[in-house]
């Protein structure tokens, strides 16, 4: 399960270097809390999780996954399908890569719900069996 987890962070950090382009391209900037956000929550803490898939952490690593999956859920939905701003995907500034922004806007939805289920089912299948005496 954890080569499972590694290939779905992969293919997210790899649509996350094609959607952030589509934003210098559009010159779409973040003020400094989205930034420290994005960079922590949505890029380093997945590919922290799937590493910690691979330890005695497992449990940890997953249940890692799911927070920071579902926290990129949240930001990017809001940021680019409800708040009316330069980031929603309906308002985004003239340039030639609004349809890679809007495209890795929509894969982004896609590998975060799906990587909240991974690790949610990862946390759930690596816990502990219960002893019995």
Not at 20 to 29: G, I, N, P, W
Not at 67 to 91: C, K, P, R, T, W
Not at 120 to 128: D, E, I, M, P, V
């Amino acid at each position: 399960m954890n080569l499972i987890t590694l290939a779905l962070v992969l293919v997210h950090a790899a649509v996350l270097l094609g959607h952030d382009y589509a934003h210098k391209d559009l010159v779409v900037k973040l003020v400094l809390w989205q930034t420290v956000f994005a960079y922590s929550v949505i890029v380093a803490a997945p590919l922290i999780a799937s590493g910690l898939t691979f330890t005695g952490n497992a449990r940890a690593g997953y249940a890692l996954l799911t927070a920071s999956m579902l926290g990129a859920l949240a930001f990017g939905f809001y940021h680019h399908y409800v708040l009316i701003s330069a980031d929603h995907v309906d308002h985004l500034p003239h340039g030639e890569t609004q349809g890679l922004f809007r495209t890795t806007a929509e894969l982004m939805v896609a590998l975060e719900f799906a990587g909240a289920a991974l690790g949610t089912l990862g946390w759930w299948r690596s816990a502990k069996p219960a002893q019995v005496d």
